[in-house]
């Protein structure tokens, strides 16, 4: 495939990742896209690439781009939306297809046929065998890159099955799964007093069950700060100077948590730091704040400082579970999904993404009942 091809492919790549988490509500109304810059490292293309790519997504609605300003998300998407968005994604899924075939060697009219072919097999073993609508996972948990970019795959991941993000922060989503609201959790609160991650909630919560801890990863946290750090952010000590304005995440976080739990260790009053009580959902979002100059730092994920072109300034290494009942853990989607978090496929995934260990991804550890 030539240069030119490839550029094209990655333009209906990056489209269709920025449309899905448009779609599974990673990106809400007002969020920030990273910044140009920012996507082409990620994307290892060129701003040009990016650009048409951008211009795509402002032709279908669901952003807003002007001169000098942030690319932003301009609507949530409604259901008559999300029904364009799975068109345009079918749309952009056989652009890709005939890009390949074409840069390939073949011809249009050989492609046609071939898919006229296949089409025609493909509904003859269909109407032979009944057809069932997708199953559907109802996730509830901690925000996380990884997992919506699961969310946005778990078709192909995982034939026949969907998964339904809530982003809500861990403790509020282990509620929810206790409440037996949601399948999977996700989850990383530290537990102060034994310096473990997850267990000691889930004894509390669910103390008469067991449970299956699946490590999706750990993830390098810190300080999120602008480039080059002009307010040289270094300690948590550094957050009560008057002239740096934090960006904190929600209560139930485990990011807060985290926070929270650093702040009383050092004999910080929350109530001192400016900006302690301005609040964002996702790792995302707080690192938006800070690349639009809201803010000076806030605490999250060394991806999301990535993917907004943010200096991080390291601070732990943390566990993140997808956290499953027993009978759960036994269905094969998540058998599944568990083997999948081993493959290679996943690590690149990360790797890709920044900030992430996968040596113990896919990683089973059982909390037992009390």
Request: proline share 3%.
């Given at each position: 495939?030539?240069?030119?091809?490839?550029?094209?492919?990655?333009y209906?790549?990056?489209?269709?990742?920025?449309?899905?988490?448009?779609?599974?509500?990673?990106?809400?109304r007002?969020?920030?896209?990273?910044?140009?810059?920012?996507?082409?490292?990620?994307?290892?293309?060129?701003i040009?690439t990016?650009?048409?790519?951008i211009q795509?997504?402002?032709?279908?609605?669901?952003?807003?781009?002007?001169?000098g300003?942030?690319?932003?998300?301009?609507?949530?998407?409604?259901?008559?939306?999300?029904?364009?968005?799975?068109?345009?994604?079918?749309?952009h899924?056989?652009?890709?297809f005939?890009?390949?075939?074409?840069?390939?060697?073949?011809?249009?009219?050989?492609?046609?046929?071939a898919?006229?072919i296949?089409?025609?097999?493909?509904?003859?073993?269909?109407?032979?065998?009944?057809?069932t609508?997708?199953?559907?996972?109802r996730?509830?948990?901690s925000?996380?890159?990884?997992?919506?970019?699961?969310?946005?795959?778990?078709?192909?991941?995982?034939?026949?099955?969907?998964?339904?993000l809530?982003?809500?922060?861990?403790l509020?989503g282990?509620?929810s799964?206790?409440?037996?609201?949601?399948?999977?959790s996700g989850?990383?609160?530290?537990d102060?007093?034994?310096?473990?991650?997850?267990?000691p909630?889930?004894?509390s919560?669910l103390?008469?069950?067991?449970?299956?801890l699946?490590?999706?990863?750990h993830?390098?946290v810190?300080?999120?700060?602008?480039?080059?750090?002009p307010?040289?952010?270094?300690?948590?000590?550094?957050?009560?100077?008057s002239?740096?304005r934090?960006?904190?995440r929600?209560?139930?976080?485990?990011?807060?948590?985290?926070?929270?739990?650093?702040?009383?260790?050092?004999?910080?009053?929350?109530?001192?730091?400016?900006?302690?009580?301005?609040?964002?959902?996702t790792h995302?979002?707080?690192?938006?704040?800070?690349?639009?100059?809201h803010?000076?730092?806030?605490i999250?994920?060394?991806?999301?400082?990535?993917?907004?072109?943010?200096?991080?300034?390291?601070?732990t290494?943390?566990?993140?579970?997808l956290v499953?009942r027993?009978r759960?853990f036994?269905?094969?989607?998540?058998?599944?999904?568990?083997a999948?978090?081993?493959?290679?496929?996943?690590?690149?995934?990360?790797?890709?993404?920044?900030?992430?260990?996968a040596q113990e991804?896919?990683?089973?550890?059982w909390?037992?009942p009390?």
């Open positions: 495939m030539n240069y030119r091809a490839n550029e094209d492919y990655l209906l790549q990056i489209a269709d990742s920025i449309r899905r988490d448009i779609e599974n509500g990673t990106l809400k007002g969020a920030a896209l990273p910044p140009i810059r920012s996507l082409t490292s990620i994307w290892h293309c060129t040009g990016v650009q048409r790519a795509e997504l402002a032709n279908e609605g669901l952003v807003s781009t002007h001169v300003q942030r690319t932003r998300v301009i609507a949530p998407v409604s259901a008559e939306q999300k029904d364009t968005l799975r068109r345009a994604n079918l749309i899924r056989a652009e890709t005939l890009l390949d075939v074409m840069t390939s060697g073949y011809e249009a009219g050989e492609a046609e046929d898919f006229r296949a089409l025609n097999r493909w509904q003859a073993v269909s109407q032979a065998q009944p057809r609508g997708l199953k559907t996972l996730f509830a948990g925000h996380d890159l990884a997992v919506a970019w699961i969310a946005t795959h778990f078709g192909e991941i995982i034939p026949g099955y969907q998964l339904h809530e982003f809500t922060g861990s509020s282990l509620h799964f206790a409440e037996g609201k949601a399948d999977i989850s990383h609160l530290w102060a007093q034994t310096g473990e991650y997850n267990v909630t889930i004894h919560l103390p008469n069950e067991p449970i299956a699946i490590t999706l990863a993830r390098q810190g300080f999120m700060v602008q480039p080059g750090n307010k040289s952010v270094t300690r948590f000590e550094d957050l009560v100077r002239d740096v934090l960006i904190n929600n209560p139930g976080s485990g990011t807060r948590v985290y926070l929270d739990a650093r702040l009383h260790e050092v004999g910080i009053d929350p109530g001192t730091l400016r900006g302690y009580a301005v609040e964002r959902m995302s979002e707080v690192a938006a704040e800070i690349a639009e100059g803010a000076d730092v806030g999250g994920l060394e991806a999301a400082a990535k993917a907004y072109g943010l200096d991080f300034i390291f601070l290494r943390e566990r993140y579970d499953v027993q759960t036994q269905l094969p989607a998540i058998q599944a999904l568990t999948w978090l081993k493959a290679d496929a996943f690590h690149q995934l990360l790797h890709q993404l920044g900030g992430y260990d991804s896919g990683i089973i550890r909390v037992s009390e």
